[in-house]
């Protein structure tokens, strides 16, 4: 037995279409299917239940005042060959 963990979209017209490749050909399979709807975990929590300070973002957004910063001249980089 394998099991393959897949993430998909259900479309608008509420069927889920699955393209699973199990690298097997000309054989018969038993598949199980579980869902489980995932939903974002921060979805409807403000940043004081995610654990921030009341004011935090509203303390540090756009205060920065210190000289301004620069991002100095990049050097040249390795190019390096792909392993095969």
Do not use: C, N
């Not at 998909?8 to 299917?33: K, R």
């Not at 910063?69 to 060959?81: D, G, K």
Request: proline letters at 7%.
């Amino acid at each position: 037995m394998q099991s393959i963990k897949v993430r998909s979209h259900v479309g608008s017209d509420g069927m889920l279409h699955l393209q699973v490749p199990v690298g097997i050909t000309d054989t018969d399979l038993e598949v199980i299917v579980v869902f489980q709807r995932i939903t974002p975990a921060t979805e409807g929590k403000t940043p004081e239940d995610l654990g921030w300070s009341p004011g935090f973002f509203e303390t540090v957004i756009g205060s920065w005042e210190g000289e301004p910063l620069v991002r100095p001249e990049q050097l040249e980089y390795e190019i390096r060959e792909e392993l095969l």
